[in-house]
């Protein structure tokens, strides 16, 4: 396997002296860097091409996401930041990706380019998008070695100095791992209850050996076809082990094929820019007052708790004081009053950062949320006017951006937060705010839910089959692969049903983090 080379700087941390903060939108991506024009702008057509690459491979085409349900991504100024960013237990986080409903949002440190290819902070960007698009455009579950080897598999793109992407690189992240940990098998990664079986408390090859067989099968023409042939296989209810039988052949020589594989050359290829269609990327140097209300909004969008929301929610009011009428710095100290609690100090700044800029997104979210609360501790003979107000503010955002999966969401949650039963748009609406933001398996798990409840089962088991295969579902996955599990064996108690779904996923924190590593 091939080594990379030195390398250059692409983003420099807080950069050079003449560096500043720069937005950049394109299709897919808005991007936050703390460096110059250049920089930026070609960090995100790697990304765009990047995203073009996937759907080339995949073979999967959708139009682009409104501008609410792109990725976010905000370039940090090191590790350490990252971590501090991802709170407790991040010590090896080198970044991380949090999937929400209008508004997903990835925090990496300083990026650095070797002659092309990534560092590791890219790597982990570059994973989980990849986890990103293929949860986005995939209706039945994969096998967990699917998801991690395609992400392990795309991650490792480099791009070179001429355009384009090539494919294949070694994940050299991934090398040591495969050699020396304890061996997983082609036939562990087909027959997960195999592979958990056989699974101990030491480290193992499963990522390394998953990244592997998906090259394999990708880049190696003798096995053209057959990956594609495996997926449609499991498209159609084929079991794992059963589709790789079929597509793959004889699984002991599958092995021994993907022994030599791992003492060859690896098989590369590069895309020509000319085949991945990117968009336009617009760059803008943001205003003095959001550049500096940046640091309150990224921690705002990590997410804040009881602790740490007051703290925040003084620094956004001593920001605001110095830029009153920017609706930029006004939109997040709405967000931070919301934060810790303070629905009335929300609703006032995004009414002052709507006075300013009608269009002020974040300021309707924001002042939306805030109605809803108040609304939810509303008696019950002014609930119904509460939260006719409370949606308002949606409906606004409706018309600025329509397919915005927020006002959909909403609609549905004020139907069910009054104990009434929703109308048919709104349930339309929750499922198609689900096809907007089939990442946000948080908002599947809803519908879910609901359908449970309505004793839908067989909706309902179609619903959680998604959140019961996130590779890093946790308990929220385990919850949904039990209620699956029950539905199967004949169960139709919707109060059994809905006891084990609840109880066991109130342990997540809902946010469905990607593993950030």
Do not use: C
Request: hydrophobic fraction near 40%.
């Amino acid at each position: 396997m091939a080594t990379r080379g030195a390398g250059r700087a692409l983003f420099a941390g807080a950069g050079p002296a003449h560096a500043e903060w720069l937005e950049s939108q394109s299709a897919h991506f808005v991007v936050y860097a703390d460096d110059d024009e250049e920089d930026i702008r070609q960090f995100s057509t790697r990304l765009e091409l990047y995203h073009s690459a996937l759907e080339l491979v995949t073979g999967t085409h959708k139009p682009a996401p409104s501008p609410s349900n792109r990725v976010t991504v905000y370039v940090v100024k090191n590790e350490r930041e990252v971590r501090r960013l991802a709170g407790e237990k991040a010590n090896n986080i080198a970044g991380f990706y949090i999937p929400r409903a209008g508004g997903s949002v990835a925090f990496v440190p300083a990026v650095r380019m070797n002659n092309g290819d990534e560092d590791f902070s890219m790597i982990v960007l570059l994973h989980e998008y990849a986890h990103h698009f293929l949860i986005s455009n995939s209706s039945f579950p994969t096998p967990r070695w699917l998801n991690e080897g395609g992400a392990e598999f795309f991650a490792s793109s480099e791009f070179p100095k001429d355009g384009g992407v090539r494919l294949g690189m070694p994940a050299m992240h991934r090398v040591d791992e495969i050699f020396y940990a304890r061996d997983v098998r082609a036939h562990d990664l087909l027959d997960p209850e195999h592979y958990a079986d056989g699974k101990n408390s030491g480290y193992d090859a499963f990522y390394g050996k998953s990244w592997l067989l998906y090259h394999f099968l990708t880049m190696n023409p003798e096995r053209g076809g057959q990956l594609r042939q495996y997926v449609s296989l499991l498209a159609n209810g084929v079991d794992s082990v059963s589709a790789g039988e079929q597509a793959f052949g004889d699984l002991k020589q599958l092995e021994k094929d993907l022994d030599k594989y791992t003492r060859q050359r690896l098989y590369t290829a590069i895309v020509p820019p000319d085949k991945l269609p990117i968009g336009k990327v617009a760059v803008r140097k943001v205003s003095p007052g959001e550049a500096e209300i940046l640091p309150v909004r990224m921690r705002s969008k990590r997410g804040v708790d009881s602790e740490t929301a007051p703290g925040l929610l003084a620094e956004a009011r001593e920001i605001a004081a110095r830029y009153p009428e920017n609706p930029a710095v006004l939109s997040e100290l709405a967000e931070a009053e919301f934060d810790a609690g303070n629905d009335d100090g929300a609703i006032a700044a995004a009414d002052r950062a709507l006075a300013v800029d009608p269009s002020a997104k974040n300021a309707l979210v924001q002042k939306g949320y805030a109605l809803f609360r108040k609304a939810e501790a509303a008696d019950a003979e002014a609930a119904d006017a509460a939260f006719a107000a409370a949606m308002q503010p949606f409906v606004k955002l409706n018309h600025l951006e329509n397919d915005n999966p927020l006002p959909l969401i909403y609609n549905f949650r004020s139907f069910a937060e009054r104990g009434v039963k929703p109308d048919e748009n709104a349930v339309h609406g929750l499922e198609r705010a689900t096809q907007l933001a089939p990442f946000d398996l948080g908002l599947r798990l809803e519908l879910a839910g609901y359908e449970l409840a309505t004793g839908d089962l067989k909706r309902a088991r179609y619903n959680l089959i998604p959140v019961a295969y996130n590779p890093h579902g946790g308990t929220r996955a385990e919850a949904a692969r039990a209620v699956i599990d029950r539905i199967d064996g004949g169960e139709t108690e919707i109060s059994t049903l809905q006891t084990l779904l609840y109880s066991a996923s109130s342990a997540d924190d809902g946010e469905g983090e990607g593993d950030g590593a």
